[in-house]
């Protein structure tokens, strides 16, 4: 069952190196357990997706040139993410801010090759004993 995603998602990227979390401000006025729900808008690079370490994509620039001045060696360089588009496909029947929910099985394209996904949602719950 898909859950609603918020700030401190856990996140990865098929070309990166290590995990991220996920940044979302405060401006839609939802909050699960206090922190900020998420929707298919929040996709800005630096902003709401931060770097995944190394970036292992011979798509991105970068590691194209680190790569043929290696003589051809994969050399990954640190990781920009550039995602200009939306996340898909979000939560369609679940609007926040006019916009769909995003949810943990929702997807994010980085323009170097790399996909988006989830490793958990941000909620966190705690049993006290």
């Known amino acids: 069952m898909p859950l609603q995603v918020c700030m401190g998602a856990s996140m990865m990227c098929t070309m990166g190196m290590a995990p991220s979390s996920l940044v979302v401000l405060p401006i ?15 996709h800005i690079p630096m902003v709401n997706i931060m770097p995944f ?21 994969l050399t990954p360089m640190p990781c920009i993410p550039a995602t200009p ?26 323009i170097w090759g790399g996909v988006i996904t989830f490793e958990t949602a941000g909620e966190m719950t705690v049993n006290v004993p």
Do not use: F, H, K, Y
């Open 28 to 42: 839609n006025r939802v909050m699960t357990q206090e922190v900020p729900d998420a929707n298919i808008m929040d």
């Open 53 to 73: 370490g190394m970036c292992m994509s011979p798509a991105n620039p970068e590691v194209a040139a680190a790569t043929a001045a290696a003589m051809g060696v």
């Open 85 to 110: 588009s939306p996340w898909v496909a979000g939560a369609p029947t679940v609007l926040l801010a006019e916009q769909p929910t995003l949810d943990n099985i929702s997807q994010l394209m980085c």
